[in-house]
């Protein structure tokens, strides 16, 4: 579905990501880790066409998109979630939701009827229930509360129907309770649209418990790769990162 | 959904028939004529707010647009001799082939790099204005007034045809933007004012939709300047300088920019200052100065915004 | 448009010299004002729109200082500090309320003030046009250099100029306030995380960007005529300098002011309605091919 070769990146002389070759299947669940700094957004970034990579391909499917814009990529089907949450503040959650259902069908440049178009509605009003908005549908997304904001986020890459979702942290800045309630939501969302799921996260509770298979990165390269018992035990990855990110997930 | 469409055209109608009526409560000139410039302001104003407010396009330079409107519509009439109607029409052709080329380039640019380039391209209209002098007049303006044949059976040069022309002007323009920001393209406009980013991961072409409300804006700025050079039957080099912009942008901040209708309010409130203020004290500049001061360090909102946010707030605490 | 005169002005040495002397002091007026504003900009990202009012309470200032005690140093030195302190107490009373508003609020609360100051002046000082005269010590006879004019005070006034600007940049990247200055410009969360006073460096550009208009306007007093509304084209002069220099930039400010001085001088000869138009021209082109100006860094 989605498979990364010898990507490279650096921003002025750092090398965020440097010599990344990675596969994901279709219909997987995947967790990528690895400490702050080692370039998971970045991947993102690139794979979503924030940046053009400096050297590498990035096949979705068939077709190299490295390169490609933003809008570009995302209409064929990539959707994507931010570490901080990035929403519309003065648009209540509904509107939001319809701009991306709107957006995704290419109604967005029409002057002619009125917003919301009929059609749209149904489609959004399934987004809303997905993600367990629809109470706060009439809120503003300026008001709502972090994890609400952070669900919103994901609820807009929703609206496009994606065939690949990112989600960079999806669970960043909430308390235990509410990060397993996220991870849920999101685990329901992947079996229930059964498209391919990739999520940066750094609680490694929630990864070994969710994630079919893990990716590890560091300084901008892959360390190491497989099912979560083989990432457990990976000497490399004990040594470089869970030594110390899995007591502080703990803590 | 469509009866809200039919509700509008009720709404806009009937503000068609006050417009008409209002002339036997006011019978004197001074009524009609600062209705007129009002119908030019309120149009020009509007129209910037759809870039300003809507899109989060702070253009410096929108009077390039009134400027443009007012100088090819006069030019039309005086030196083709088209009739009024071909030459409305011609200028929005003009001014939306102009809108596309400037908008193209500026839109590239962020922020202040933005508003001063569209600037740049007002002051060079103005240049341009003052320079060509055996086509614009120059700095004394187009000379030999504009001829306004009838059409239709309206007459442009009897003051009372021209006011109900221009109001109808006024609704139409208005309803137009209305429900130009409530369309499904409105709703894109904000997303891209809020999150412009946010919105390219979306899969909008964001420069495509900020293009196309620049292209808008300058075509409903443009015929806020064709009414002002119909009204004046002249044309001159201050409609495009950049003061015409700076104008319509306290109209903004004065009425709200946040509320559809805040401009059209600003241009009420600016031009009843303009003109009780004058009769009142020689210190026009003093009070305006300190007017202002008021809206940008108290009232932000605007008054319309102010009223609206006080009205909302009255109803939330009510329930 | 008369290129034909141009063209002759261009071929005698006299007309050259006279046009460019005269665009020298142009530019070397607009630089004093271009670069605060440039330095404001860079530092806290704010556009000064009444910075041309500054240079105007300058000139009067000068006028007022001068008439009151014959003395032109001490009208120079007291106007330049008088706009200084100007500066601070507007940027510290009015212009801080509006730095996490949008732009438009910045320009609103600038124009408020530009109008306040026009009509002050006509209180203070009448509508009408004043002139201050040439201090008695520049009274004498211009240099001619091949049949060109160089008037004394000139070249007094070039050499003021460039000292300022020699002492502008050794300050920004000799001192310490300097250095905190740009520090600032770049990351101003990380300098008041070091314990700096934000509030202190930004009065203090605001005051340094004043004093350095105020300056200019006193040292226009003798050549140009004072009225009110007169900061109003220097204003947008310098917008165009700070434009095509870079904003944030000293060295580009020196730069675009003198050749937008050149621009001026000469184009009253050649196309004496279209000098504006030049000018925007050059603005225009420089924002579509390098939005960051000829000396600004790209980010
Ligand atoms: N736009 C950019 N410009 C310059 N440097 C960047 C940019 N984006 C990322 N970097 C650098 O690239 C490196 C990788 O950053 P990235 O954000 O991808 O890390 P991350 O793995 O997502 O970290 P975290 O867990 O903290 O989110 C960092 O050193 C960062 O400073
Ligand atoms: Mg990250």
Redesign the interface.
């Known amino acids: 579905m989605l498979t990364v070769e010898n990507l490279h990146k650096s921003f002025g002389g750092v090398n965020a990501i440097n010599g990344i070759d990675l596969k994901f299947d279709a219909g997987t669940l995947t967790a990528i880790i690895g400490p702050n700094g080692a370039g998971k957004t970045s991947f993102f970034n690139l794979i979503t066409g924030a940046f053009a990579p400096d050297q590498g391909r990035i096949l979705f499917g068939t077709d190299d998109i490295a390169g490609l814009s933003s809008p570009d990529i995302v209409k064929r089907g990539i959707g994507r979630a931010f570490q901080i949450a990035s929403i519309f503040p003065s648009l209540t959650v509904r509107e939001t939701i319809l701009g991306a259902v709107n957006a995704h069908r290419g109604w967005h440049t029409k002057l002619r009827r009125r917003f919301p178009l009929g059609e749209a509605n149904a489609q959004a009003d399934e987004v809303m229930e997905l993600v367990g908005l629809t109470a706060k549908a009439d809120k503003l997304s300026g008001n709502l509360s972090h994890g609400d904001q952070k669900l919103l986020d994901i609820a807009l890459a929703l609206a496009l129907e994606p065939r690949v979702l990112l989600l960079d942290e999806p669970t960043a800045g909430m308390g235990p309770e509410e990060r397993w309630q996220m991870i849920d939501t999101v685990h329901k969302l992947w079996q229930r649209k059964q498209m391919t799921l990739i999520f940066i996260e750094h609680d490694m509770d929630i990864v070994f418990k969710y994630a079919q298979t893990i990716r590890v990165l560091s300084y901008g390269a892959v360390l190491a790769e497989g099912k979560p018992d083989e990432i457990r035990n990976h000497p490399k990855v004990i040594e470089a990162y869970l030594g110390t990110a899995y007591e502080k997930g703990r803590g | 959904m469509r009866s809200t469409v039919w509700l509008d055209i009720v709404i806009a109608a009937a503000a068609m028939a006050v417009l008409l009526l209002l002339p036997l409560v006011f019978p004197g000139k001074a009524f009609s004529d600062f209705m007129i410039r009002l119908s030019a302001f309120a149009i020009f104003a509007t129209s910037l707010n759809l870039l300003v407010g809507y899109t989060g396009l702070v253009s410096f330079g929108h009077g390039l647009f009134y400027g443009l409107g007012a100088y090819s519509f006069a030019l039309m009439m005086q030196k083709l001799g088209t009739s009024i109607p071909v030459a409305f029409i011609a200028t929005v052709g003009v001014s939306a082939a102009v809108a596309t080329v400037v908008g193209a380039i500026c839109i590239r640019l962020k922020e202040i790099y933005f508003s001063f380039l569209t600037l740049a391209f007002q002051m060079l209209l103005h240049s341009v204005i003052i320079a060509w002098t055996p086509l614009t007049g120059g700095d004394q303006g187009l000379t030999g007034g504009v001829p306004r044949p009838p059409f239709l059976g309206i007459r442009l040069d009897d003051p009372q045809h021209l006011y109900i022309f221009c109001s109808a002007v006024l609704v139409v323009s208005l309803y137009i933007m209305w429900h130009l920001v409530r369309s499904p393209f409105g709703y894109t406009m904000r997303m891209i004012r809020d999150n412009p980013r946010r919105a390219e991961f979306l899969g909008v072409r964001v420069w495509r939709v900020r293009l196309l409300a620049f292209v808008v804006a300058g075509v409903f700025g443009s015929i806020g300047g064709l009414l002002m050079s119909l009204f004046v039957s002249s044309a001159y080099p201050d409609f495009a300088y950049w003061t015409v912009s700076g104008e319509a942008v306290f109209m903004i901040l004065m009425g709200g920019i946040s509320v559809f209708f805040g401009p059209l309010v600003g241009a009420v409130m600016l031009l009843l200052l303009n003109d009780v203020v004058t009769r009142v004290t020689e210190h026009y500049s003093l009070m305006l100065g300190i007017i202002i001061l008021c809206f940008a360090l108290g009232l932000r909102k605007g008054l319309l915004g102010f009223v609206l946010w006080a009205w909302e707030r009255r109803r939330a605490g009510a329930q | 448009?008369d290129p034909q005169a141009l063209l002759t002005c261009l071929s005698t040495a006299s007309c050259v010299i006279t046009q460019t002397t005269g665009g020298l002091i142009s530019g070397m007026l607009l630089f004093l004002v271009a670069a605060g504003l440039s330095l404001i900009f860079g530092t806290l990202k704010v556009?000064n729109f009444m910075h041309g009012s500054l240079y105007m309470l300058g000139a009067y200032f000068a006028y007022t200082l001068y008439t009151a005690t014959g003395n032109f140093t001490i009208a120079v030195v007291g106007a330049a500090l008088g706009v200084g302190l100007f500066g601070l107490v507007f940027e510290r009373l009015?212009m801080s309320?509006?730095y996490n508003?949008?732009?438009?609020?910045q320009?609103?609360?600038c124009?408020?003030?530009?109008?306040?100051l026009?009509?002050?002046v006509?209180?203070i000082w009448g509508a009408e046009f004043l002139s201050m005269g040439m201090p008695a010590a520049f009274q004498r006879p211009p240099i001619m250099i091949a049949g060109g004019i160089l008037p004394v005070y000139y070249l007094f006034l070039i050499g003021v100029t460039l000292g300022v600007a020699l002492l502008l940049g050794l300050l920004l990247t000799r001192t310490r306030a300097g250095k905190i200055v740009r520090a600032a410009a770049v990351n101003p969360t990380m300098t008041s995380a070091l314990g700096i006073n934000t509030a202190l460096v930004f009065g203090g550009v605001f005051a340094l960007g004043g004093l350095l208009a105020g300056l200019s306007g006193a040292l226009a007093a003798p050549v140009r005529s004072m009225v009110a509304g007169m900061g109003f084209s220097i204003l947008?002069e310098s917008?165009i300098v700070t434009?095509i220099g870079g904003?944030g930039s000293i060295g580009g400010a020196l730069v675009g002011a003198l050749l937008i001085g050149l621009v001026r001088s000469f184009g009253t000869i050649g196309?004496p309605?279209?000098t504006?138009?030049v000018m925007?021209?050059f603005?225009?082109l420089v924002?579509?091919t390098k939005?960051s100006g000829l000396f600004g860094k790209e980010h």
């Open positions: 448009m556009v009015f309320r509006v508003t949008d732009v438009l609020m320009l609103l609360v124009y408020g003030f530009i109008l306040i026009d009509d002050a006509k209180i947008i917008f434009v904003m196309f309605l279209f504006e138009g925007f021209l603005m225009t924002l579509i939005p």
